[in-house]
C-alpha cells in the first residue's frame, strides 16, 4: 500500500538528487478532492541541470522495473517533463517544475498577466499562471530552504489583479457565440461545439476568480463551478446541458448558442 509515509520516503529521495530543490503533493490528492483511484501527483522543482539518470534509477527502484524519465521540454513547452511510474499498484506522476519558471508566473499573476498556450493533454490551452496556483494549493513533502512556503506566500489570497484580469477577458464570450451563430447557420456541428465548449471554460475561470479558487487545469473546470462557496446561477446546470447535447441542426445549434450565452456569468 502507498502510504503517505511511503510517499514522503519517496520525496526525500528525490530531493537528494542533483539540481531538485522541493517537491510537493499536488493535484486532487494535495486538494481533498481525490477519489480512491486517483493518482499522486508530485511536483519536482528543479533549478538548474538535474540529473535525470539520477531520477531513472529512483524511479526503477520504486516501481520495480525501468522507467523513462522525460527531459525538460520533452513532453511540451509547458507541462515540461517527468515520469509516470506504479508503486505497489498506485499511479505516481512525477512533474518536473522549474523554479525560475515558476517564480516567473507567480509574479505575472500578481501583475494581472496570463495566457493560455497550445500544450499536448490541454485542449483548451495551458493557463501559464496555474504554475502559481499549484504552488497555493499544494503539499509541501520536502522543502528545506522554504521555497515553495515563500511562492504560495507570494500568490496567496488569491492576487485581485489576476481576478480582474478574467472577468475583463470575458468581453471573448459574445464574440465567440457571435461567430458560432455562423457555424450553426451552414450545420458546422463540430466549430459550434468548439466554441460552446471554449465558451464554457473561458465563464467558468472568471468564476473560479471571483470565488477566490485557482485553477491548475481543465478537468472539473465547467462541473467545479456548482461547487464554489458563490452563488453562481444556472451556470453549471446550462453549460453541461448544453455541452453534453449541442444538437445537429441549424436550430437546435442556434438553440444552444442561445442558452449559454443568457447563462449566468459573473
Known amino acids: 500500500m502507498f502510504t503517505e509515509q511511503r510517499l514522503r520516503e519517496m520525496a526525500e529521495e528525490l530531493c537528494g538528487v542533483?539540481?531538485?530543490r522541493a517537491v510537493a503533493l499536488g493535484g486532487s490528492r494535495a486538494r481533498g478532492t481525490d477519489r480512491p483511484d486517483s493518482d499522486f501527483d508530485l511536483g519536482v522543482y528543479y533549478d538548474g541541470g538535474v540529473d535525470l539518470s539520477a531520477l531513472e534509477k529512483i524511479a526503477a527502484r520504486w516501481s520495480g522495473s525501468p522507467v523513462s524519465v522525460a527531459a525538460p521540454?520533452?513532453?511540451g513547452d509547458w507541462v515540461d517533463g517527468g515520469a509516470w511510474l506504479v508503486v505497489d499498484g498506485v499511479a505516481v506522476d512525477w512533474i518536473l517544475r522549474d523554479v525560475g519558471r515558476v517564480a516567473e508566473q507567480c509574479e505575472r499573476a500578481v501583475a494581472g498577466r496570463f495566457a493560455f498556450h497550445t500544450q499536448?493533454?490541454?485542449?483548451?490551452g495551458f493557463l501559464d499562471v496555474s504554475y502559481a496556483g499549484e504552488v497555493a494549493l499544494c503539499v509541501p513533502l520536502c522543502d528545506e530552504e522554504g521555497l515553495l512556503k515563500d511562492l504560495a506566500d507570494r500568490v496567496t489570497p488569491y492576487p485581485a489583479p489576476l481576478r480582474e484580469a478574467l472577468l475583463q477577458n470575458l468581453w471573448q464570450v459574445d464574440f465567440l457565440l457571435d461567430n458560432a451563430e455562423k457555424g450553426a447557420r451552414s450545420t458546422d456541428v463540430a466549430y459550434v461545439a468548439l466554441c460552446l465548449t471554449t465558451t464554457a471554460m473561458r465563464i467558468a475561470h472568471a468564476w473560479h476568480?471571483?470565488?477566490g479558487q485557482w485553477v491548475v487545469n481543465e478537468?472539473?473546470?465547467v462541473p467545479n463551478v456548482a461547487r464554489l462557496n458563490i452563488d453562481t446561477g444556472d451556470f453549471c446546470e446550462t453549460a453541461c446541458a448544453v455541452l453534453g447535447a449541442p444538437g445537429?441542426?441549424?436550430e437546435a445549434l442556434q438553440a444552444s448558442i442561445t442558452?449559454?450565452?443568457?447563462a449566468a456569468r459573473p
Open 219 to 221: 478537468k472539473g473546470l
Open 73 to 75: 521540454g520533452q513532453w
Open 120 to 124: 499536448a493533454g490541454h485542449p483548451l
Open 248 to 250: 445537429a441542426t441549424p
Open 209 to 211: 476568480a471571483v470565488a
Open 259 to 262: 442558452a449559454l450565452r443568457n
Open 18 to 20: 542533483r539540481g531538485v
